[in-house]
Protein backbone atom coordinates (compact mmCIF):
# COMPACT_ATOMS: atom_id res chain seq x y z
CA UNK A 1 0.00 0.00 0.00
CA UNK A 2 1.22 3.95 -1.32
CA UNK A 3 -0.19 6.96 -0.37
CA UNK A 4 -1.11 7.44 -4.40
CA UNK A 5 -3.45 3.93 -3.70
CA UNK A 6 -5.52 5.56 -0.80
CA UNK A 7 -5.87 9.13 -2.64
CA UNK A 8 -6.98 6.80 -6.55
CA UNK A 9 -10.37 5.59 -4.41
CA UNK A 10 -11.45 8.95 -3.33
CA UNK A 11 -14.84 9.36 -4.81
CA UNK A 12 -15.70 5.84 -5.82
CA UNK A 13 -18.88 4.39 -4.62
CA UNK A 14 -19.00 2.12 -2.13
CA UNK A 15 -20.24 -0.98 -4.74
CA UNK A 16 -17.29 0.35 -7.23
CA UNK A 17 -15.19 -2.94 -7.86
CA UNK A 18 -12.02 -1.24 -7.50
CA UNK A 19 -13.13 -0.15 -4.13
CA UNK A 20 -14.18 -3.44 -2.98
CA UNK A 21 -10.59 -5.31 -4.58
CA UNK A 22 -9.07 -3.13 -2.57
CA UNK A 23 -10.93 -3.62 0.39
CA UNK A 24 -10.45 -7.13 -0.03
CA UNK A 25 -6.55 -7.55 -0.57
CA UNK A 26 -6.22 -5.46 2.46
CA UNK A 27 -8.54 -7.60 5.13
CA UNK A 28 -11.28 -4.56 5.44
CA UNK A 29 -14.43 -5.03 6.01
CA UNK A 30 -17.02 -3.46 3.98
CA UNK A 31 -18.61 -0.49 4.10
CA UNK A 32 -22.42 -0.15 3.75
CA UNK A 33 -24.54 2.03 2.04
CA UNK A 34 -24.96 5.66 3.98
CA UNK A 35 -29.13 6.03 5.12
CA UNK A 36 -30.87 9.06 5.93
CA UNK A 37 -30.20 8.35 9.89
CA UNK A 38 -26.51 7.84 9.21
CA UNK A 39 -25.55 9.91 6.81
CA UNK A 40 -21.83 9.44 6.76
CA UNK A 41 -19.88 5.88 7.94
CA UNK A 42 -15.76 5.12 8.69
CA UNK A 43 -14.06 2.01 8.40
CA UNK A 44 -10.92 1.97 10.61
CA UNK A 45 -7.47 0.08 9.44
CA UNK A 46 -5.74 -0.32 12.54
CA UNK A 47 -2.99 -2.35 10.76
CA UNK A 48 -2.09 0.83 8.68
CA UNK A 49 -3.64 3.62 11.21
CA UNK A 50 -5.61 5.23 7.92
CA UNK A 51 -9.87 5.70 8.49
CA UNK A 52 -11.63 5.82 5.05
CA UNK A 53 -14.77 8.15 5.45
CA UNK A 54 -17.76 7.66 3.45
CA UNK A 55 -21.33 9.98 2.47
CA UNK A 56 -24.10 9.75 0.35
CA UNK A 57 -24.10 13.58 0.50
CA UNK A 58 -21.73 15.13 -1.63
CA UNK A 59 -22.52 18.76 -2.84
CA UNK A 60 -20.59 18.62 -5.80
CA UNK A 61 -21.94 18.56 -9.64
CA UNK A 62 -22.16 14.80 -10.54
CA UNK A 63 -22.84 13.91 -7.07
CA UNK A 64 -25.63 16.36 -6.33
CA UNK A 65 -28.71 15.73 -5.71
CA UNK A 66 -28.43 12.92 -3.56
CA UNK A 67 -29.84 9.77 -4.96
CA UNK A 68 -30.98 6.26 -4.65
CA UNK A 69 -29.95 2.77 -6.50
CA UNK A 70 -33.07 0.41 -5.62
CA UNK A 71 -33.30 1.24 -1.77
CA UNK A 72 -30.07 2.15 -0.67
CA UNK A 73 -28.66 5.89 -1.40
CA UNK A 74 -25.50 6.13 -3.53
CA UNK A 75 -22.76 6.60 -1.38
CA UNK A 76 -19.05 7.29 -2.10
CA UNK A 77 -15.31 7.46 -0.56
CA UNK A 78 -14.90 11.17 0.51
CA UNK A 79 -11.94 11.63 2.56
CA UNK A 80 -9.09 8.95 3.51
CA UNK A 81 -6.97 9.79 7.01
CA UNK A 82 -3.69 8.99 5.88
CA UNK A 83 -3.56 9.10 9.80
CA UNK A 84 -6.14 7.81 12.72
CA UNK A 85 -6.76 11.40 14.11
CA UNK A 86 -8.18 9.98 17.01
CA UNK A 87 -4.79 8.06 18.03
CA UNK A 88 -2.89 10.64 16.34
CA UNK A 89 -1.27 12.05 19.62
CA UNK A 90 -0.76 8.95 21.32
CA UNK A 91 0.65 6.67 18.72
CA UNK A 92 3.44 7.78 16.18
CA UNK A 93 2.90 6.51 12.83
CA UNK A 94 4.69 3.60 11.42
CA UNK A 95 4.37 3.15 7.87
CA UNK A 96 7.28 3.31 5.93
CA UNK A 97 8.93 6.28 4.30
CA UNK A 98 8.04 4.31 0.47
CA UNK A 99 3.98 4.56 1.80
CA UNK A 100 4.57 8.58 1.38
CA UNK A 101 5.12 8.85 -2.66
CA UNK A 102 2.67 11.77 -2.93
CA UNK A 103 3.66 13.99 -0.11
CA UNK A 104 5.49 14.93 3.54
CA UNK A 105 6.07 11.77 6.30
CA UNK A 106 3.82 13.26 9.18
CA UNK A 107 7.27 13.34 10.69
CA UNK A 108 8.23 15.88 8.91
CA UNK A 109 9.02 19.39 10.57
CA UNK A 110 5.80 22.28 10.24
CA UNK A 111 8.19 24.70 8.89
CA UNK A 112 9.52 21.93 6.19
CA UNK A 113 5.67 20.36 5.85
CA UNK A 114 3.74 23.55 4.91
CA UNK A 115 6.66 24.24 2.03
CA UNK A 116 4.32 21.00 0.42
CA UNK A 117 0.92 23.21 0.32
CA UNK A 118 -0.39 25.49 -2.41
CA UNK A 119 -2.30 27.48 0.72
CA UNK A 120 -1.63 28.29 4.19
CA UNK A 121 -4.76 29.55 6.80
CA UNK A 122 -5.00 30.43 10.24
CA UNK A 123 -8.55 29.45 10.89
CA UNK A 124 -9.27 32.48 13.71
CA UNK A 125 -12.83 30.63 14.82
CA UNK A 126 -11.18 27.12 15.77
CA UNK A 127 -8.15 28.45 16.43
CA UNK A 128 -5.70 26.12 13.48
CA UNK A 129 -3.54 26.27 11.06
CA UNK A 130 -4.97 24.88 8.23
CA UNK A 131 -2.86 24.08 4.87
CA UNK A 132 -4.34 22.99 1.55
CA UNK A 133 -2.93 21.43 -1.85
CA UNK A 134 -4.66 20.51 -5.32
CA UNK A 135 -4.55 17.24 -6.47
CA UNK A 136 -5.75 17.10 -9.98
CA UNK A 137 -9.68 18.47 -10.78
CA UNK A 138 -11.06 17.21 -7.64
CA UNK A 139 -9.16 16.21 -4.66
CA UNK A 140 -7.50 18.36 -2.03
CA UNK A 141 -4.38 16.40 0.39
CA UNK A 142 -4.58 18.54 3.66
CA UNK A 143 -2.98 19.00 7.11
CA UNK A 144 -3.70 20.98 10.28
CA UNK A 145 -1.88 21.87 13.26
CA UNK A 146 -3.31 22.75 16.52
CA UNK A 147 -2.50 26.24 17.94
CA UNK A 148 -1.98 25.11 21.59
CA UNK A 149 1.23 23.65 20.54
CA UNK A 150 2.64 22.56 16.65
CA UNK A 151 1.61 19.12 16.93
CA UNK A 152 0.31 17.57 13.75
CA UNK A 153 -3.84 17.33 14.75
CA UNK A 154 -5.19 15.82 10.85
CA UNK A 155 -3.49 14.90 7.93
CA UNK A 156 -5.96 13.46 4.88
CA UNK A 157 -6.86 13.49 1.43
CA UNK A 158 -10.52 14.62 0.29
CA UNK A 159 -12.85 15.19 -2.53
CA UNK A 160 -12.87 18.76 -3.32
CA UNK A 161 -16.66 20.09 -2.36
CA UNK A 162 -18.73 22.93 -2.53
CA UNK A 163 -20.81 24.46 0.52
CA UNK A 164 -24.52 24.22 -0.15
CA UNK A 165 -25.76 27.98 0.54
CA UNK A 166 -29.82 26.98 -0.40
CA UNK A 167 -30.58 23.49 -1.04
CA UNK A 168 -32.51 22.90 -4.78
CA UNK A 169 -35.88 22.38 -3.03
CA UNK A 170 -35.73 26.23 -1.18
CA UNK A 171 -36.56 26.73 -5.35
CA UNK A 172 -39.20 24.81 -5.85
CA UNK A 173 -43.25 25.00 -5.10
CA UNK A 174 -44.45 22.74 -2.69
CA UNK A 175 -46.38 22.01 0.32
CA UNK A 176 -43.07 23.84 2.81
CA UNK A 177 -42.48 26.68 0.21
CA UNK A 178 -43.72 29.56 2.46
CA UNK A 179 -40.39 30.77 2.54
CA UNK A 180 -39.78 30.68 -1.25
CA UNK A 181 -40.37 34.36 -2.13
CA UNK A 182 -37.70 35.45 0.28
CA UNK A 183 -35.03 33.15 -1.19
CA UNK A 184 -36.32 34.70 -4.16
CA UNK A 185 -35.10 38.00 -3.27
CA UNK A 186 -31.97 36.99 -2.05
CA UNK A 187 -31.35 35.48 -5.33
CA UNK A 188 -32.26 39.44 -6.77
CA UNK A 189 -30.28 40.98 -4.31
CA UNK A 190 -27.07 39.03 -4.79
CA UNK A 191 -27.81 39.66 -8.81
CA UNK A 192 -27.99 43.42 -8.07
CA UNK A 193 -24.97 43.54 -6.27
CA UNK A 194 -23.65 41.49 -8.85
CA UNK A 195 -22.61 39.15 -6.04
CA UNK A 196 -22.84 35.74 -8.62
CA UNK A 197 -20.31 34.11 -10.45
CA UNK A 198 -21.85 35.05 -13.71
CA UNK A 199 -20.72 35.91 -17.03
CA UNK A 200 -21.07 39.62 -17.57
CA UNK A 201 -23.39 39.25 -20.31
CA UNK A 202 -25.73 37.66 -18.24
CA UNK A 203 -26.14 41.24 -15.90
CA UNK A 204 -27.12 43.11 -18.96
CA UNK A 205 -30.83 42.09 -18.62
CA UNK A 206 -32.47 43.23 -15.17
CA UNK A 207 -34.04 40.79 -13.11
CA UNK A 208 -37.58 41.85 -12.16
CA UNK A 209 -38.95 42.19 -8.90
CA UNK A 210 -41.25 38.47 -9.01
CA UNK A 211 -41.15 35.28 -7.57
CA UNK A 212 -41.12 33.01 -10.67
CA UNK A 213 -38.82 35.50 -12.70
CA UNK A 214 -35.92 34.65 -10.11
CA UNK A 215 -36.87 31.06 -10.04
CA UNK A 216 -36.44 30.61 -14.18
CA UNK A 217 -33.50 32.51 -13.63
CA UNK A 218 -32.30 30.14 -10.75
CA UNK A 219 -33.08 26.79 -12.85
CA UNK A 220 -31.42 28.72 -16.03
CA UNK A 221 -28.19 30.09 -14.16
CA UNK A 222 -27.78 28.45 -11.36
CA UNK A 223 -28.53 24.43 -11.60
CA UNK A 224 -31.52 25.58 -9.51
CA UNK A 225 -29.23 25.83 -6.28
CA UNK A 226 -26.55 27.78 -4.80
CA UNK A 227 -23.21 26.52 -3.86
CA UNK A 228 -20.32 28.81 -2.44
CA UNK A 229 -18.36 28.53 -5.55
CA UNK A 230 -21.24 30.43 -7.36
CA UNK A 231 -20.58 33.73 -5.59
CA UNK A 232 -18.20 36.39 -5.99
CA UNK A 233 -14.56 35.10 -5.15
CA UNK A 234 -14.32 38.94 -4.24
CA UNK A 235 -17.00 38.95 -1.22
CA UNK A 236 -15.05 36.62 0.93
CA UNK A 237 -17.75 37.08 3.94
CA UNK A 238 -20.73 36.67 1.90
CA UNK A 239 -21.03 32.81 2.29
CA UNK A 240 -20.91 33.21 6.00
CA UNK A 241 -23.45 35.66 6.02
CA UNK A 242 -25.71 33.70 4.12
CA UNK A 243 -25.18 30.84 6.23
CA UNK A 244 -26.15 33.07 9.34
CA UNK A 245 -29.24 34.12 7.45
CA UNK A 246 -30.26 30.15 7.52
CA UNK A 247 -29.55 29.70 11.56
CA UNK A 248 -31.39 31.15 14.38
CA UNK A 249 -28.20 30.98 16.11
CA UNK A 250 -26.87 34.53 17.21
CA UNK A 251 -23.95 35.34 15.90
CA UNK A 252 -21.06 36.46 19.23
CA UNK A 253 -19.21 39.48 18.98
CA UNK A 254 -16.20 40.17 19.66
CA UNK A 255 -17.49 42.18 22.86
CA UNK A 256 -19.53 38.88 23.57
CA UNK A 257 -23.31 40.50 22.84
CA UNK A 258 -25.68 38.61 20.31
CA UNK A 259 -26.51 39.45 17.21
CA UNK A 260 -29.30 37.61 14.99
CA UNK A 261 -29.13 38.09 11.00
CA UNK A 262 -32.12 35.24 11.18
CA UNK A 263 -33.82 35.18 7.94
CA UNK A 264 -37.61 35.20 9.43
CA UNK A 265 -36.62 38.05 11.71
CA UNK A 266 -34.85 40.32 9.05
CA UNK A 267 -37.57 39.89 6.56
CA UNK A 268 -40.51 40.89 8.76
CA UNK A 269 -38.84 43.65 10.19
CA UNK A 270 -38.52 44.69 6.56
CA UNK A 271 -41.72 44.10 5.79
CA UNK A 272 -43.29 45.63 9.05
CA UNK A 273 -44.26 43.20 10.82
CA UNK A 274 -42.12 41.81 12.89
CA UNK A 275 -43.87 42.34 16.00
CA UNK A 276 -46.55 40.15 14.36
CA UNK A 277 -44.35 37.81 13.66
CA UNK A 278 -42.83 37.89 17.71
CA UNK A 279 -46.02 37.04 18.82
CA UNK A 280 -46.88 34.19 16.86
CA UNK A 281 -44.17 32.27 17.14
CA UNK A 282 -45.17 31.87 21.09
CA UNK A 283 -48.09 30.15 19.49
CA UNK A 284 -47.10 27.95 16.91
CA UNK A 285 -44.66 27.45 14.00
CA UNK A 286 -47.29 27.03 11.70
CA UNK A 287 -48.84 30.46 12.50
CA UNK A 288 -45.24 31.61 11.97
CA UNK A 289 -45.10 30.50 8.29
CA UNK A 290 -48.26 31.75 7.49
CA UNK A 291 -47.26 34.98 8.63
CA UNK A 292 -44.28 34.49 6.73
CA UNK A 293 -46.62 33.98 3.26
CA UNK A 294 -48.51 37.42 2.99
CA UNK A 295 -44.69 38.65 2.52
CA UNK A 296 -45.04 39.39 -1.42
CA UNK A 297 -41.78 39.77 -3.68
CA UNK A 298 -42.85 43.02 -5.39
CA UNK A 299 -41.23 46.56 -5.80
CA UNK A 300 -41.93 47.83 -2.31
CA UNK A 301 -40.97 44.50 -0.10
CA UNK A 302 -38.49 44.30 -2.02
CA UNK A 303 -36.68 47.48 -2.08
CA UNK A 304 -37.28 47.40 2.29
CA UNK A 305 -35.56 43.89 2.23
CA UNK A 306 -32.75 45.06 -0.32
CA UNK A 307 -31.72 47.62 1.97
CA UNK A 308 -31.75 45.65 5.18
CA UNK A 309 -29.55 42.84 3.66
CA UNK A 310 -27.26 45.52 2.75
CA UNK A 311 -27.37 47.07 5.99
CA UNK A 312 -26.87 44.18 7.59
CA UNK A 313 -23.93 42.47 5.60
CA UNK A 314 -22.31 45.66 6.37
CA UNK A 315 -22.47 45.14 9.88
CA UNK A 316 -21.65 41.26 9.37
CA UNK A 317 -18.12 42.00 7.75
CA UNK A 318 -17.65 44.68 10.71
CA UNK A 319 -18.14 42.52 13.18
CA UNK A 320 -16.24 39.62 11.33
CA UNK A 321 -13.10 42.05 11.31
CA UNK A 322 -13.09 42.93 14.93
CA UNK A 323 -13.53 39.18 15.39
CA UNK A 324 -10.50 38.27 13.32
CA UNK A 325 -8.45 41.14 15.45
CA UNK A 326 -9.49 39.67 18.53
CA UNK A 327 -8.44 36.05 17.13
CA UNK A 328 -5.43 36.49 15.38
CA UNK A 329 -2.79 34.07 14.64
CA UNK A 330 -0.09 32.99 17.45
CA UNK A 331 3.22 34.23 16.46
CA UNK A 332 4.27 30.50 15.89
CA UNK A 333 1.88 30.00 12.97
CA UNK A 334 2.41 33.91 11.37
CA UNK A 335 5.55 32.90 9.27
CA UNK A 336 3.50 30.25 7.20
CA UNK A 337 -0.25 32.18 6.63
CA UNK A 338 -0.86 32.88 3.19
Not at 155 to 168: S, T
Not at 294 to 306: G, L, W
Not at 313 to 320: D, E
Request: net charge neutral; aromatic share 14%.
Amino acid sequence: MIQQDLIDLIGLKVTDEKLIAFFNKHGLKQPKSCTPNNAWLSVDDKANNVTYSFAYKVIRDGFYPYRKEGRNWVTYLTRVGFVNESTIRKKKDTKPDSFWNVSPNPQTPMNEMVKHFDRVKHEEAFNYLHCEKDYGPDKKICVQYNTEDDALSAYWVKLEEHREVFAHFKFKRGEYDYDIQLHGMIIKWLFDNQYLALDKSVYENPLPNNTEAVLTFVQDHLKGRLFDNQLSATESKLFYFLTYLRSAKVFETATGEGVSFYLPELATKAAGIYDTYQAARSNSIASTDDIIRTIVFDDAHYAAFSKALTENYTLFKTLIAALKKLNAAPDIFRPYIS
